[in-house]
Antibody
Framework: QVQLVQSGAEVKKPGASVKLSCKAS????????IHWVRQAPGQGLEWMGV????????TYAQVFQGTVSMTRETSTTTVYMELSSLRSDDTALYFC????????????WGQGTMVIVSS | QSVLTQPPSVSGAPGQRVTISCSGS?????????VHWYQQLPGTAPKLLIY???NRPSGVPDRFSGSKSGTSASLAMTGLQAEDEGDYYC???????????FGSGTKVNVL
């Protein structure tokens, strides 16, 4: 079935970087954009950016410019999101999500990856 | 502070009807961008509930419906059930921010 499976939880120190993965299966990888959305504990959803798995083009939310990088590996149908210069307020659950065909709605979500930033 | 404003919580008894509002501006909902709604049950990833303002994905009960007018949108839930307890988010695109934006989220309580 169509699914996105994300990598496991991470614990990092302030100032470090973290690279999360999101493996797609059950559909044609290159046909659907993948977005990243995060959710701090007890808070709402925050859009981080998007990658086109076909050509690798990316667009990032302004607040993440300079600290986030999204890449993809077509051979393994995997998308990666790297966040650098981590701070304690980057502690959150990070989701990858696929955009549906024809609409800008996120129709398939990964299970989420918890990132804890603590000294 | 979220670009799209939702009430923090709504409550209703089983079987009742509740609505959740999503208030935006002329750079997002009012500019004609679609509104989508997500349901997030405790401890789970969000699930697409309504897309393109008023469309239900396959498998979503017709108890859920969406509408949009001007700079606002609404999600209506009829025949409220205990399993509907969770958080609900609206989402659209903002041309000023050039970003996808989410509402602040609404917690639905079934009394």
């Amino acid at each position: 079935q169509v699914q996105l499976v994300q990598s496991g939880a991470e614990v990092k120190k302030p100032g470090a970087s973290v690279k999360l993965s999101c493996k797609a299966s059950g559909y044609t990888f290159s046909n659907y954009y993948i977005h990243w959305v995060r959710q701090a504990p007890g808070q709402g959803l925050e859009w981080m950016g998007v990658i086109d798995p076909s050509g690798g083009d990316t667009t990032y939310a302004q607040v993440f410019q300079g600290t986030v990088s999204m890449t993809r590996e077509t051979s393994t149908t995997t998308v990666y999101m790297e966040l650098s210069s981590l701070r304690s307020d980057d502690t959150a659950l990070y989701f990858c999500a696929r955009v549906s065909a024809g609409f800008d709605a996120f129709d398939i979500w990964g299970q989420g990856t918890m990132v804890i930033v603590s000294s | 502070q979220s670009v799209l404003t939702q009430p923090p919580s709504v409550s209703g008894a089983p079987g009742q009807r509740v609505t959740i509002s999503c208030s935006g501006s002329n750079s997002n909902i009012g500019a004609g961008f679609d509104v989508h709604w997500y349901q997030q049950l405790p401890g789970t990833a969000p699930k697409l509930l309504i897309y393109g303002n008023d469309n239900r994905p396959s498998g979503v009960p017709d108890r859920f419906s969406g509408s949009k007018s001007g700079t606002s949108a609404s999600l209506a839930m009829t025949g409220l059930q205990a399993e509907d307890e969770g958080d609900y988010y609206c989402q659209s695109f903002d041309s000023s921010l050039t970003a996808h934006v989410f509402g602040s989220g609404t917690k639905v309580n079934v009394l």
